[in-house]
């Protein structure tokens, strides 16, 4: 269940009743009172900001219980997710002041002039006289957005702010959001193409499957810098990562294990990619028309039928329930409430489960931890948590250092075994992933994502630090 923290401005007649009488309308109502503020008060009355934590699904009927008493007026309520969002999350700093006529002169006319033609006769130098060596478009048509489905790109918007925010604070990178009114696959990757000199990196965000595959697909061979869909990537590095170090706990190794994969859609698709590329023999795929079979015929799905030609893919049909019979591992990442205890149990011993549906997991956390040894959702009120924000930040900051054409699959592994690596000495049932605050994370992804460039050719430059 979600949570929130509104603020009530209340306005109180002081012989109608007291505050006691509200505080425990509010209890009563499913809130909880955090804290109270003293606006104005007088003999008369008095207005305060009552701070309550409230259940998403309570909200409506605390503030109703306040409206109904008699001596109350319910002045305004803010809702503090809200309030950080006004005016957006973001904004553009200068590096530097423009105080008079010689600070004008240089850095724009007419001394721009001569860093203009030296980027139009060498234009790598782009690189190193624009914002392009750090910044990368956060792009979006707002047609999968995680847990609201399509609502557009204006709505979008906070996600992908919230998104360059991370960037920044994480890695450094300077993110912009990119919020295309446009759900045509040509044209998505026209406009992207188009804007691609200013940024060092595509990061796609929130685009819906099976769209999103060819939209990187194609962007990723018809330009120079790397293209990376979070959705699909982001997903199943932090997968990889909390799985090498969840077959660390139960004493099993990848490549004897056998694995069910429910949903595949974008991050499904890539998931199982991963999977494969990590060494994994036995792989069963899922959707909701059930398993996807070593030989089978699927010509509406492109992906699917590109795993269907995979000699780790089992060809095993048969529902959910019917295929997670002796499994070791389980990855949700489909919609909640497809499994329940007595599926569970019929998995091998010691199970993994990663039940990662957005808000309700695939199973109830409660009912799923007595019977499985290693438990991940991607909800943060759960221990480890498997979030895409381990990933993008470090990913970019390696791209970009080393300038990369793209992100490869080597890249993707190198980052999923960095992740891993941070909590690898102390891993344990309740510990296989690091927290996205950990400082070691993004060091540790970059480090890894420059290395594995270098090896695989894709890298432009060295840094220094690997000279």
Same mark, same amino acid.
């Given at each position: 269940m979600a949570y929130n923290s509104i603020i009530l401005r209340l306005e109180l007649i002081h012989d109608q009743l007291t505050f006691g009488d509200v505080a425990s309308t509010i209890s009563r109502s499913g809130g909880d009172i955090v804290s109270i503020d003293v606006i104005r008060h007088s003999q008369e009355s008095s207005v305060r900001d009552i701070t309550v934590q409230v259940a998403d699904t309570a909200e409506k009927q605390v503030i109703d219980s306040i409206k109904s008493l008699d001596g109350v007026q319910l002045i305004n309520v803010s809702d503090r997710v809200f309030l950080v969002h006004l005016g957006g999350k973001i904004s553009i700093q200068p590096n530097l002041p423009i105080k008079n006529r010689d600070d004008l002169s240089r850095v724009y006319t007419p001394g721009v002039a001569r860093v203009c033609m030296a980027i139009h006769e060498q234009k790598d130098k782009a690189y190193s006289l624009?914002?392009?060596?750090?910044?990368?478009?956060?792009?979006?048509?707002?047609?999968?957005?995680?847990?609201?489905? *399509?609502?557009?790109?204006?709505?979008?918007?906070?996600?992908?702010?919230?998104?360059?925010?991370?960037?920044?604070?994480?890695?450094?990178? *300077?993110?912009?959001?990119?919020?295309l009114d446009t759900k045509d696959t040509d044209e998505l990757v026209s406009i992207i193409k188009a804007m691609s000199p200013i940024f060092g990196g595509i990061n796609l965000e929130d685009i819906s499957s099976p769209r999103c595959f060819e939209i990187e697909q194609r962007l990723s061979e018809e330009l120079d810098i790397p293209v990376f869909h979070d959705d699909q990537h982001g997903t199943a590095i932090v997968v990889i990562a909390g799985l090498l170090n969840a077959l660390k706990v139960v004493g099993k190794?990848?490549?004897?294990?056998?694995?069910?994969?429910?949903?595949?859609?974008?991050?499904?698709?890539?998931?199982?990619?991963?999977?494969?590329?990590?060494?994994?023999?036995?792989?069963?795929?899922? *959707?909701?028309?059930?398993?996807?079979?070593?030989?089978?015929?699927?010509?509406d799905h492109a992906m699917w039928q590109w795993l269907a030609q995979q000699p780790q893919v089992e060809n095993q049909s048969g529902n959910l329930q019917e295929v997670l019979r002796g499994a070791d591992v389980f990855i949700g990442v489909s919609r909640g409430g497809v499994l329940n205890a007595n599926d569970v149990q019929t998995m091998s011993s010691d199970r993994i489960v990663f039940a990662m549906a957005n808000p309700n997991p695939e199973i109830d956390p409660e009912e799923a931890l007595p019977h499985v040894r290693v438990f991940a959702t991607g909800r943060s009120d759960y221990p480890n948590q498997i979030n895409n924000v381990l990933v993008f930040p470090g990913i970019f900051r390696g791209a970009l250092d080393c300038r990369a054409r793209t992100i490869n699959e080597p890249m993707k592994l190198a980052a999923s075994r960095a992740i891993a690596s941070v909590v690898s000495e102390r891993v344990n049932e309740q510990y296989i992933i690091p927290s996205i605050f950990n400082e070691q994370v993004v060091a540790r992804v970059r480090n890894s994502v420059i290395e594995a460039a270098i090896l695989t050719g894709t890298a432009r430059r060295i840094p220094p630090d690997f000279r």
């Open positions: 624009t914002i392009k060596r750090n910044t990368v478009a956060v792009v979006t048509d707002g047609t999968a957005v995680l847990g609201l489905g *399509d609502i557009g790109p204006h709505a979008a918007a906070p996600v992908m702010e919230g998104k360059a925010m991370l960037f920044k604070q994480l890695a450094g990178v *300077d993110a912009f959001p990119i919020c190794r990848i490549e004897h294990i056998r694995i069910v994969v429910n949903g595949i859609g974008a991050a499904g698709v890539s998931i199982c990619k991963m999977l494969l590329a990590a060494g994994v023999k036995r792989l069963v795929p899922v *959707d909701k028309e059930g398993a996807i079979v070593r030989g089978g015929s699927y010509p």
